[in-house]
């Protein structure tokens, strides 16, 4: 195939949305900077760009050959249509990577390193330039963090670290290795640590108490100075969330045992700030106010929520520390990853289930914590990196009895036969139903009423917990308890925040955006029922009771990508009279309510139904997961663990069609992103 039909296939493959217009014009452009290149350099580049979208970093040439059904973004298996298109595998096949390698020595377009060219390979890996320089940054600022760790360890006082550990975490007889305390300790001897675990693990008391023996050192040691400490999450949702869990932490400190005591609670930040927020983000464009040449002015940073940090950010994230500033990142490894490209979370802690840890990691951390490490545990050939990630074990949100627990351990481990035992159980806390598509029922019952049916027990309340709930439980709310048009705005702010709270019992979560069992065709049907059924009359765009996402920062008005509001009616003065007015509220953060003008929101969308991605950061204390009728690329093992994880209470499992297959399909499929950030050699 020349270059001429290679373009005309791109534009074909586009026209169908099995490639992005964007790849097909980087290839265009590729041409035009040289019109003799070789067809299958330029096929590579298309593809390359392509896997960006796909939250890839760059192409696996090997990864290609051995299977090229994932190289675009196809359709289900029997939908790919009449009009036989060739596809990748055409293209490549009897190719063997030596082949496509010498295809692509072409120093115009592609480099092996430093340079101009607007692509790089590093040995079966082709990259987009720019992805290629990030991926270098992340591993460079991690590596420059590693290597003062002997430093760090050698300057921390023995006896005091251990005392303090001792007062921040007291013993408990009988109890297995505290976690918790070797986490601290751990990322206390490092400039670059990593605390990772499941919802439930305690990420957020081990980093506060991690703060807390921070600061008492500085503020005792020679310079008694105390850290700048700055907290961040990639969305204004997670930010929020850890604002409230990080301020309740603080302030159920026992700090009596340390040195300085409760003077050290005030040394604490409980303020939490996007990323974006924290770098400086300009307007139009992908740089920041703070960069290498203009760093922050802090010591130590902390990231909640860092599954959901793209290898872009991450890399402008560490070009503004400080080379001095530690950096710690919070997070549960086995969820989701960045929409963006990259899983910077997952690999960097890719080994830390089975530790890897130095005998003298070992060592270090018994003598100043007491905790023994099982041996299991140790490698004398783990990576710099193994030596500053600690992975929390214990679950104290899932007891023994949560069926949402053994659920999301199952889905996590791949293991089918345990997933089907769970279901087999009978977990007071798990659901699952079938949806049809000419048929509401089940989905009414569902997002009405909150299916407490099909839960075994009825879905009673469970000692100490209400059923669970479905839409109508927010929306009764709204209208029992609004005030009288006479009333106060303390008395509406009241108001709105019992709606808030009542809204978070329950959301559906969707794997897709599109389809009937997507987010589009979801909010509709939901909608509908809910009209039926008198809870809302919508008649027009914005109405009573109307839930929304926003989807972009709206540093203006104060909100983030994520932030969940709802359409109230408060009064407004006209004419000498008082009238309701709609207007959109959302939570401060701070325990008040932000009301916003409905025309002022330009990027929302209404949210009966988000997509699991969107859903990250958030909990749920009932959630409902809707599978499609048939798999797709999206539908992986990590999807349906962020979506299971979601719920804090009760979990719906939602099934339409061939449901209960696409489950087990999707628990088998892991996100695998190609990738060089643990390669060294590049």
């Given at each position: 195939?020349?270059?001429?039909?290679?373009?005309d296939?791109?534009?074909?493959w586009?026209?169908?949305?099995?490639?992005r217009?964007?790849?097909?014009?980087f290839?265009?452009?590729?041409?035009?900077?040289?019109?003799?290149?070789?067809?299958?350099l330029?096929l590579?580049?298309?593809?390359?760009?392509?896997?960006?979208g796909r939250g890839?970093?760059c192409?696996d040439?090997?990864?290609t050959l051995?299977?090229?059904?994932?190289?675009?973004?196809l359709?289900?298996?029997?939908e790919?249509?009449?009009?036989?298109l060739?596809?990748?595998?055409?293209?490549?096949?009897?190719?063997?990577?030596?082949a496509?390698?010498a295809?692509?020595?072409?120093?115009?377009?592609?480099?092996?390193?430093?340079g101009?060219?607007?692509?790089v390979?590093?040995?079966q890996r082709?990259?987009?330039?720019?992805?290629?320089?990030?991926?270098?940054?992340?591993?460079?600022?991690?590596?420059?963090?590693?290597?003062?760790?002997?430093e760090?360890?050698a300057?921390?006082?023995?006896?005091?670290?251990?005392?303090?550990?001792?007062?921040?975490f007291?013993a408990?007889a009988?109890?297995?290795s505290?976690?918790q305390?070797l986490?601290?300790?751990?990322?206390?001897?490092?400039a670059?640590?990593?605390?990772t675990?499941?919802?439930?693990?305690?990420?957020?008391?081990?980093?506060?108490?991690?703060?807390?023996?921070l600061?008492?050192?500085a503020?005792?040691?020679?310079?008694?100075?105390?850290l700048?400490?700055r907290?961040?999450?990639?969305?204004?949702?997670?930010?929020?969330?850890?604002?409230?869990?990080?301020?309740g932490?603080?302030?159920?400190?026992?700090?009596?045992?340390l040195?300085?005591?409760?003077?050290?609670?005030?040394l604490?930040p409980?303020?939490?700030?996007?990323?974006?927020?924290l770098?400086?983000?300009?307007p139009?464009s992908?740089?920041f106010?703070h960069?290498?040449?203009?760093?922050?002015?802090?010591?130590?940073?902390?990231?909640?929520?860092?599954s959901?940090v793209?290898?872009?950010?991450?890399?402008?994230l560490?070009?503004?520390?400080?080379?001095?500033?530690?950096?710690?990142?919070?997070?549960?490894?086995?969820?989701l990853?960045?929409?963006?490209a990259g899983?910077v979370?997952?690999?960097?802690?890719?080994?830390?289930?089975?530790?890897?840890?130095h005998?003298?990691?070992r060592?270090w951390?018994?003598a100043?914590?007491?905790?023994?490490?099982?041996?299991?545990?140790?490698?004398?050939?783990?990576?710099?990196?193994d030596?500053?990630?600690?992975?929390?074990?214990?679950?104290?949100?899932?007891?023994?009895?949560?069926?949402?627990?053994r659920?999301?351990?199952?889905?996590?481990?791949?293991?089918?036969a345990?997933?089907?035992?769970?279901w087999?159980?009978g977990?007071a806390d798990l659901?699952?139903?079938?949806?049809?598509?000419g048929?509401?029922r089940?989905?009414?019952?569902?997002?009405?009423e909150?299916g407490?049916?099909?839960?075994?027990?009825?879905?009673?309340?469970r000692?100490g917990?209400?059923?669970?709930?479905?839409?109508?439980?927010?929306l009764?709310?709204?209208?029992?308890?609004?005030?009288?048009l006479?009333?106060?705005?303390?008395?509406?702010?009241?108001?709105?925040?019992?709606?808030?709270?009542?809204?978070?019992?329950?959301q559906?979560?969707?794997?897709?955006r599109?389809?009937?069992?997507?987010?589009?065709g979801?909010?509709?049907?939901?909608?509908?029922?809910?009209e039926?059924?008198?809870?809302?009359?919508?008649?027009?765009?914005?109405?009573?009771?109307?839930?929304?996402?926003v989807?972009r920062?709206d540093?203006?008005l104060?909100?983030m990508?994520?932030?969940i509001?709802?359409?109230l009616a408060?009064?407004?003065e006209?004419d000498?009279?008082?009238h309701?007015?709609?207007?959109?509220?959302?939570?401060d953060?701070?325990?008040?309510?932000?009301?916003?003008?409905?025309?002022?929101?330009?990027?929302?969308?209404?949210?009966?139904?988000?997509?699991?991605?969107?859903?990250?950061?958030?909990?749920?204390t009932?959630a409902?997961?809707?599978?499609?009728?048939?798999?797709?690329?999206i539908l992986?093992?990590?999807?349906v663990?962020?979506?299971?994880?979601?719920?804090?209470?009760?979990?719906?499992?939602?099934?339409a069609?061939?449901?209960?297959?696409?489950?087990e399909?999707?628990?088998?499929?892991?996100v695998?992103?190609?990738?060089?950030?643990?390669d060294?050699r590049?």
């Amino acid at each position: 195939m020349n270059l001429a039909q290679l373009l005309d296939l791109l534009g074909q493959w586009a026209a169908r949305g099995w490639l992005r217009e964007l790849d097909r014009a980087f290839a265009a452009f590729l041409v035009e900077q040289a019109a003799d290149a070789e067809p299958l350099l330029v096929l590579a580049a298309a593809l390359a760009s392509h896997q960006l979208g796909r939250g890839h970093v760059c192409l696996d040439l090997a990864a290609t050959l051995a299977d090229s059904r994932f190289a675009l973004s196809l359709p289900p298996d029997g939908e790919l249509g009449e009009a036989a298109l060739t596809l990748p595998g055409e293209l490549l096949d009897g190719l063997d990577l030596a082949a496509w390698q010498a295809a692509l020595d072409d120093p115009r377009l592609v480099g092996d390193g430093p340079g101009a060219t607007p692509l790089v390979l590093a040995g079966q890996r082709l990259y987009l330039r720019r992805y290629w320089q990030y991926e270098r940054a992340v591993r460079a600022g991690i590596e420059l963090r590693l290597a003062r760790a002997a430093e760090l360890r050698a300057a921390l006082p023995e006896a005091a670290l251990r005392h303090a550990l001792d007062s921040l975490f007291p013993a408990r007889a009988g109890a297995p290795s505290d976690w918790q305390k070797l986490a601290c300790a751990l990322v206390a001897g490092n400039a670059f640590g990593i605390v990772t675990g499941g919802p439930g693990t305690g990420k957020t008391t081990t980093v506060v108490k991690l703060l807390a023996l921070l600061q008492s050192l500085a503020v005792e040691g020679a310079a008694a100075r105390p850290l700048r400490i700055r907290l961040a999450a990639p969305t204004g949702k997670a930010a929020a969330r850890l604002n409230e869990s990080i301020a309740g932490a603080v302030q159920g400190l026992k700090l009596d045992g340390l040195p300085a005591g409760e003077a050290l609670r005030a040394l604490i930040p409980t303020e939490v700030t996007t990323l974006h927020r924290l770098l400086g983000s300009r307007p139009d464009s992908r740089q920041f106010r703070h960069h290498a040449g203009n760093p922050l002015a802090l010591d130590l940073l902390v990231v909640d929520e860092a599954s959901m940090v793209d290898l872009e950010m991450m890399a402008a994230l560490l070009a503004a520390l400080p080379d001095k500033a530690r950096l710690i990142l919070l997070g549960d490894k086995d969820q989701l990853a960045s929409v963006e490209a990259g899983a910077v979370l997952g690999e960097l802690c890719s080994r830390a289930r089975d530790g890897h840890y130095h005998g003298s990691t070992r060592d270090w951390l018994q003598a100043v914590t007491g905790e023994p490490i099982d041996e299991t545990l140790l490698d004398a050939d783990g990576l710099a990196l193994d030596q500053a990630v600690a992975m929390l074990r214990h679950s104290h949100r899932f007891s023994a009895q949560s069926g949402i627990g053994r659920l999301a351990e199952a889905v996590n481990a791949g293991d089918l036969a345990a997933t089907r035992a769970v279901w087999q159980h009978g977990y007071a806390d798990l659901a699952r139903l079938s949806l049809e598509a000419g048929d509401n029922r089940a989905l009414r019952e569902l997002v009405v009423e909150g299916g407490g049916r099909n839960f075994p027990g009825q879905g009673g309340g469970r000692e100490g917990i209400d059923p669970p709930q479905g839409y109508r439980h927010y929306l009764s709310v709204l209208r029992d308890g609004q005030p009288a048009l006479s009333a106060p705005p303390a008395a509406f702010d009241a108001w709105a925040l019992r709606v808030l709270a009542a809204h978070g019992r329950f959301q559906v979560l969707c794997a897709l955006r599109r389809g009937p069992w997507g987010v589009e065709g979801l909010n509709l049907r939901i909608a509908e029922l809910l009209e039926s059924e008198g809870l809302i009359q919508p008649g027009q765009a914005w109405y009573l009771g109307r839930p929304l996402l926003v989807t972009r920062n709206d540093y203006g008005l104060g909100l983030m990508n994520g932030d969940i509001g709802l359409t109230l009616a408060l009064p407004r003065e006209q004419d000498g009279e008082r009238h309701w007015a709609l207007r959109v509220a959302f939570a401060d953060g701070q325990g008040g309510i932000k009301w916003v003008l409905p025309s002022r929101l330009q990027a929302v969308e209404t949210v009966y139904a988000m997509t699991v991605h969107k859903s990250q950061g958030s909990e749920f204390t009932h959630a409902a997961l809707v599978l499609p009728d048939a798999l797709n690329p999206i539908l992986t093992r990590e999807l349906v663990y962020t979506g299971i994880t979601r719920a804090r209470h009760w979990f719906s499992l939602a099934s339409a069609g061939r449901g209960p297959w696409v489950l087990e399909a999707a628990i088998e499929r892991r996100v695998l992103r190609a990738s060089g950030l643990l390669d060294a050699r590049d």
